[in-house]
């Protein structure tokens, strides 16, 4: 849907939706992304996508996404729901996705319901929009598109969008923020019926979609779009949901942000590649509140936040203040190809997960994801360095340990680095 390039497309829906360019949207979420184009050029203009696709007969798209620095996941809209929490993105996008919408209940329009904030966007082209000049290209009937775009629309606003914006190929609808929408769903017999079952709406772990509408949580009031600060500010103001994790406060989130400051200075000294053209892809293996990924925010680069599905659901702090992640479970591998990170972060990672998940698999599971020359950068416990560093030279790495920042005795640091290496076999064939 590109005829004249990502950027003029991209320009055109700016003109469609202001609120792109004056800092109230920063995260986004492209689904069948291809190539990622769409988020590759957002980007350049201050906005972080999540790109996703399947790996299909398109092949490797999603690996050709992070070669070219752009965050993009392996992932497909089926069964589960996806691995973000609800009231999570600002935008979302599908262009020739070929997602059947309307199909199935409604189930997966129902699961972009539930990932995007209030008063966030749901942006859609090609068919069935524009289908009065298009039809005759999608081998099809005039009538039959006039029908998908009608059933489209009712269905929308079943669900409270209302259509924002619409020119050419480009059509744009907006959740709504009013709850005295969502009350109309209380009459009897509707579609679809409001999300009763007991599943949290944040439950998104291995957990079936089901055909029904996850509701915002009325006692939210800094959760919508309008309510959220624009960007830049938006990374340092205390998000609202803080305070339903588990110990989370105001001063909790603070302490965060500051001691992540002192630590990313103290990791620019052991790795003086931090910061500069070598790292690009950066991955942070079990965030709390997306701290090493604030206090990295100028540097070039862009980091994929990972909070464990058994670990306090902090994620949707994560997405309130503008960055991004998934739920992962690190006793299974993760939903990338090989060689496609420059950089793998994580704190504590085994001291908390070593009675579920054994250490090697996890290590392997590293070495799989990082690139030939990528870092490691592995804090951990005293009782655990040692080992981990035994593991880490089992697979060639190049490792060293260093003391933490001033003040922290505990705790040690491993800078690794992954070795391009060849089998000294020759092959007899």
């Known amino acids: 849907m590109f005829p004249n390039g990502v950027s003029q497309y991209v320009d055109l829906m700016q003109d469609l939706i202001p609120e792109m360019k004056d800092g109230s949207i920063r995260t986004a979420i492209d689904t069948g992304c291809g190539v990622a184009s769409w988020g590759g050029d957002l980007l350049d203009r201050g906005i972080i996508t999540v790109s996703l696709a399947p790996r299909d007969n398109h092949q490797a798209q999603v690996q050709f996404a992070l070669e070219r620095g752009i965050p993009a996941m392996l992932g497909i809209i ?26 199935f209940g409604g189930v997966y329009l129902l699961e972009m319901h539930r990932i ?42 079943s669900m409270c969008f209302k259509l924002y914006n619409k020119k050419g190929d ?27 079952d007991g599943t949290e709406p944040d439950s998104a772990w291995y957990t079936p979609m089901r055909p029904c509408l996850v509701v915002p949580n ?26 339903d994790v588990r110990g989370g406060s105001g001063g909790a989130f603070k302490n965060d942000n500051s001691k992540w400051k002192s630590r990313v200075k103290w990791y620019k000294k052991l790795l003086p590649a931090l910061g500069t053209d070598k790292i690009r892809n950066l991955m942070d293996m079990n ?10 925010i100028d540097y ?22 503008g960055l991004i992640g998934t739920y992962h479970d690190w006793c299974e591998a993760f939903s990338t190809y090989p060689r496609t990170y420059d950089l793998l972060h994580l704190d504590g990672l085994f001291t908390a997960e070593s009675n579920r ?71 007899s064939r």
């Open 78 to 103: 089926s069964t589960q729901r996806l691995p973000y929490p609800s009231n999570s993105f600002d935008m979302a996008h599908c262009s020739r996705c070929l997602i059947p919408w309307t199909e």
């Open 116 to 157: 995007l904030r209030p008063g966030g966007f749901w942006v859609l082209s090609g068919p069935p929009v524009n289908y009065e000049r298009r039809w005759r290209g999608w081998n099809t009937t005039i009538d039959e598109q006039r029908s998908n775009y009608q059933k489209l629309q009712e269905f929308l606003t």
């Open 170 to 196: 480009i059509a744009v609808w907006q959740k709504s923020s009013n709850s005295s929408c969502y009350r109309k769903l209380d009459v009897p017999d509707s579609y679809p019926p409001k999300c009763d």
């Open 218 to 243: 009325q006692k939210y009031k800094k959760v919508a779009l309008q309510s959220l600060a624009k960007w830049p500010e938006r990374l340092h103001t205390i998000p609202e949901r803080v305070h």
């Open 287 to 296: 965030t709390v509140y997306g701290g090493f990924s604030a206090a990295l």
């Open 300 to 321: 070039p680069l862009w980091v994929m936040n990972v909070v464990s599905s058994y670990s306090p659901n902090t994620l949707a702090v994560v997405y309130d203040r």
């Open 357 to 427: 998940c054994e250490m090697k698999y996890v290590m392997l599971e590293m070495d799989r994801i990082l690139r030939p020359n990528g870092y490691a950068l592995i804090r951990e416990s005293s009782y655990f360095i040692d080992a981990v560093a035994t593991m880490a030279e089992g697979m060639r790495w190049s490792c060293r340990k260093e003391d933490a920042e001033k003040g922290v005795e505990k705790e040690k640091i491993l800078i690794c680095q992954k070795k391009l290496w060849y089998s000294s076999k020759q092959n």
